[in-house]
DNA sequence: ATAATTAAGGACAAATTTATCCTTAATTAT
DNA sequence: ATAATTAAGGATAAATTTGTCCTTAATTAT
């Protein structure tokens, strides 16, 4: 559904958001290993994320590393997304017409704009917050390395 | 969603479910204006999806082109994907961790299940040929050329 | 039989995505 | 001030996806 690139934006921010505070912000090489993504790439992709620090923020040097300030972390998952170019993915259609419309709909429009609006409605509606809660209660997982 | 690949073998699957008959095969050039799609691209996918007569059948040489069985035409849309090597995004965890399920599930699991569940319903329920079906009764279309 | 037509298939090219490595800049601790 | 630490950024490479082109094989019409 989503690239690489995106899947590593979407669970660097959740982990960010759960595990940084004022004390301690966790820094690339902790954040790769904990989300099981190649470290390099990840920092390319924070980067994205950190410009104008419209998804995460950052701070250089000893205990340095990366977090999330309070207001980003209320915004809705769909605006990751949207820092990685990739929220078109939601709007699409299925079969890859240029606009998915009722105007010109495809075969499976009718069918598929049902789900289609559940999955905007959940980009929309959960926060990066809310997944961060689900991951600090331990239910949820950021990786499932083979053991 | 899917690859460009996958999409132009489903606009094309659907495309020569609805016109091929036993007098009239459509070919390669007129499918790929119809779908809109990169001609030599598109035969490479139809190649794929000839193999073994799996979804598409064809025949070579002068009024030769593309046709379904009726067999094939009652196939499942995700038998498509699977041809393109491509279903697995249906059960992909949409975090991209290495599975998606209830025993280590990443944080979007509990509301994406859902939508999940009916994505790969959608996939396995309707067949080939109610897609040719929507698109015969001209309401829906294969293509969206800005005109 | 011959020529014309059309899909099959191989080789290759372009574009994009994924990934690594190294240098620079900022910040902190000493 | 100096050294150590850590993110930022540039250059580049590898892998994959997307796309083109040309030759071959099969089939049909004449
Ligand atoms: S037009 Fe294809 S999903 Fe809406
Ligand atoms: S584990 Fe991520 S969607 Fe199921």
Redesign the interface.
Known sequence: ??S?AT??A??AT?YIAQRSSDENKPGMAEIAKAIDSPQSFTAKILQLLTRNNRIVSSVRGPNGGFFLTDKAKKLP?RSILEAMGEDE?LE?C??????C?EA?????????K??KG??ID?FET?SIQS??D??ENG????????K
Do not use: D, W
């Open positions: 559904m989503f690489k899947e590593y979407l669970r959740i998952v993915v699409k299925v079969l890859g017409l240029k606009q419309s010109k709909p495809c075969p499976m429009h009718t069918n598929y049902l789900i559940q999955l959940l959960k997944l961060a689900e991951f239910g949820a997982k950021l990786n499932n390395r083979i």
